[in-house]
């Protein structure tokens, strides 16, 4: 999927539209806290550089991360430009789980013109190479230029947790992203669905977890080795409620 999504901002638009989008992807702001919106940070065109410096003469490393949609939208803005020819300009705020993430862009979900004439885009990022420890949702963002004469009448935006659409363009769409980020876990009790009531002080609940969570108690070992950056873990400690570590895998 990741190879199908590389090469549509240069060959989706430009077989739709005849000339393509062009992209400008924002860095990672800090931690948010939770708290949904807000994203910022100096534009960089194109991919980043994020490879280690090694010594010289040292073999130089060329493995490229790999991507993964962000785990939150939280707002669309589409402007059109006032000098002729008019272009709109899509701006997408998101989270991720964690620090690391890098590379920002919006990508077409699929190839070709639906019936509704709603461009279809995912909000993807280079992920972080090592796991990474819960300290809140980090806003990124991201601003793709359409071409002046493009055929869309909406904007729909997709990350792993949620899908924001402005329906009419110009025009903006926002949500507030109310899920657990485990900034302040670790010390906690974790409490199964039905548990424990909203706002128990001292409990995390099974309700507010994001999307694809896991709990790794005490007693039990972990199948397999997997790299997913939007799957937030939660260590118990040997009481089986006490939670001792929260990480991002």
């Known amino acids: 999927m990741t ?64 991507e993964l949609p962000v785990l939150f939208i939280t707002s669309v803005e589409v402007m059109r430009s006032t000098v002729e020819p008019k272009q709109d300009i899509v701006r997408v705020r998101g989270l991720t789980g964690s620090l690391g993430w890098s590379a920002p862009q919006l990508v077409p979900l699929f190839v070709g013109n ?11 990022a280079q992920v972080p190479q090592d796991s990474q420890p819960a300290q809140g949702f980090v806003p990124i963002s991201a601003i793709l ?19 924001v659409e402005v329906k009419q363009i110009p025009g903006v769409a926002e949500t507030k992203v109310t899920a657990e980020d485990c900034a302040k876990c ?17 409990v995390v609940r099974e309700e507010d977890m994001p999307r694809n969570f896991r709990v ?16 937030l873990n939660i260590v118990l400690g040997d ?3 006490t939670i001792v570590w929260a990480f991002w895998e």
């Open 3 to 66: 190879k199908l999504l590389q090469g549509y901002c240069g060959l989706v638009l430009a077989a739709m539209l005849g000339a393509g989008l062009s992209g400008f992807a924002f860095a990672q702001g800090a931690p948010s806290g939770g708290a949904a919106g807000g994203g910022g940070g100096a534009p960089g065109g194109g991919q980043q550089d994020i490879t280690t410096p090694t010594p010289s003469g040292a073999p130089q490393s060329s493995a490229t991360p790999p």
């Open 114 to 124: 639906p019936v509704d004439h709603i461009l279809d885009l995912q909000f993807i």
């Open 145 to 163: 230029a359409l071409d002046a004469g493009h055929p869309f009448t909406g904007i729909r935006v997709r990350g792993v947790g949620n899908v």
């Open 186 to 202: 670790v010390g906690k009790k974790y409490a199964i669905k039905g548990k424990a009531a909203a706002g128990t002080p001292g």
């Open 216 to 231: 790794i108690p005490p007693n039990k070992g972990v199948a397999g080795v997997t790299h997913n950056m939007n799957r």
């Open 239 to 241: 009481d089986d409620e």
